[in-house]
């Protein structure tokens, strides 16, 4: 893939171009992954640190098509990424970091917000995921606002069984998002 | 109590709620913090299920990761190559004297494989094709087969029919045949897509390829979707 510009990643990004979000994992990751592990953190948390900050920046480029970024999207990302990291670490106390002030790094307070939109959504499809596959059915539907009659018609359930199991499965979700660690904070 | 609870929260969210029960359940919500908690967490739930950009966007950036660390090759001090090329050497001279004549088979994909139930999602699907649903529970897949390949001629969109016409080859044991139907599913932006992951693993398998098939059950068991576990246990069993 030729060389983009960071207009043209911003661009590619809203559009969900495949080929330009594999070269922002190509490209912007490996810094994060090198960051984290050299702070006693997994390779999974700068992965999933990762998705975030990306989540929040197409949520920032779909709702303003003229947003840029002066620092450099690489230096975006980044910032963003060890803002999320150091919010993580604050959260669960682990380190106290005291040569870094979040404050100084450039990451807008809107995205901030959006990052924390995006920590949720995340929390939430984890533990959806993790849920049984006749859960995720129910849930699924239950959350396009089917009604009871309609998830056990499509599903092949009876109506009582449906509702029973919907509060059933309902619960087990918010029980694995209580259970994580970020769920205060969110 | 508590399911009581959670239908009085659904009928306020949903708006089914008259404006007295209304009123009267926000005077509730706001002297009883578990209440007003619990409508927070429901609001969180509907918001994130419902933000169809970010499902979409989170699913591909899932793939792109995934395929990042496909591609990536661990970075090796150059004393570390020489050393690592030495001790597969080695291994490799062990295990070919151990294994001289007796070629290793990959496991049997069968013994993994279950069909997935069939979901229609319309009820008047089943009527509209006479004999499918039969066909497919009784597991008569050969009888299926023409029946799916029928319905996804009529609805080139429709990813269902193509779904389970890769589970229908996989159980008629065709597993070449049920990869491109798979593939197809699995890239697809529906609530199929996770599963057929699981059985284009176990389709790969099938075929002889081994190496796809590894990657494939690395992608479920790291995202960890649907059949994990499963993954898991076949993975550990390809690598033993």
């Given amino acids: 893939m030729a060389e983009l510009s960071d207009r043209q990643l911003l661009d590619g990004l809203a559009r969900s171009e495949g080929q330009v979000i594999d070269h922002f994992y190509r490209q912007f990751l490996p810094g994060l992954i090198r960051y984290v592990t050299s702070r006693g953190g997994k390779e999974a948390d700068a992965r999933d640190i990762f998705q975030e900050v990306l989540l929040a920046l197409f949520r920032k480029v779909r709702s303003d098509a003229n947003f840029e970024i002066r620092a450099g999207l690489q230096t975006y990302l980044f910032s963003a990424g060890k803002y999320q990291w150091f919010t993580r670490q604050r959260r669960t106390q682990k380190i106290e970091p005291l040569e870094e002030n979040p404050g100084d790094w450039h990451v807008p307070e809107d995205i901030r917000d959006t990052l924390l939109e995006a920590e949720r959504f995340q929390l939430f499809h984890t533990c959806l995921e993790k849920l049984g596959d006749t859960c995720r059915k129910i849930l699924g539907l239950y959350f396009q606002r089917q009604s009871t009659d309609e998830i056990a018609g499509k599903l092949d359930f009876s109506p009582g069984y449906v509702k029973k199991k919907k509060f059933e499965c309902k619960q087990a979700l918010k029980e694995a998002m209580q259970k994580d660690p970020r769920f205060p904070f969110l | ?240």
Wanted: avoid cysteine.
């Fill in chain 2, 1 to 240: 109590m508590q399911q009581q609870q959670d239908e009085t929260i659904e009928k306020y969210m949903t708006g089914a709620m008259n404006n007295d029960e209304r009123r009267a359940f926000e005077e509730q919500m706001a002297g009883d913090p578990e209440l007003a908690e619990a409508i927070r967490v429901e609001k969180w739930m509907q918001a994130a299920a419902a933000d169809q950009e970010w499902i979409a966007l989170r699913r591909q950036l899932q793939q792109a990761d995934q395929r990042r660390a496909g591609t990536k090759r661990p970075f090796l001090r150059p004393v570390w190559i020489w050393t690592s090329a030495a001790a597969a050497i080695l291994l490799l001279a062990v295990w070919s004297i151990l294994h001289i004549g007796r070629p290793a088979s990959p496991p049997d994909y069968t013994a993994y494989f279950e069909p997935y139930p069939l979901v229609l999602q319309q009820r008047g699907e089943t009527s509209d094709r006479p004999g499918l649903q039969e066909a497919y529970r009784s597991g008569d897949f050969q009888k299926a087969v023409p029946l799916l390949e029928q319905w996804a001629g009529q609805d080139p969109g429709d990813i269902t029919p193509v779904f389970y016409l890769g589970i229908a080859q996989l159980a008629d044991n065709h597993p070449e045949k049920a990869t491109g139907y798979l593939q197809k599913a699995a890239a697809s932006e529906t609530a199929f897509a996770e599963q057929a992951g699981w059985y284009l693993a176990l389709a790969w398998l099938g075929s002889g390829r081994q190496e796809e098939a590894v990657t494939q059950l690395q992608a479920i068991i790291r995202a960890r979707s649907y059949q994990w576990e499963k993954a898991r246990e076949l993975l550990a069993v390809i690598e033993s």
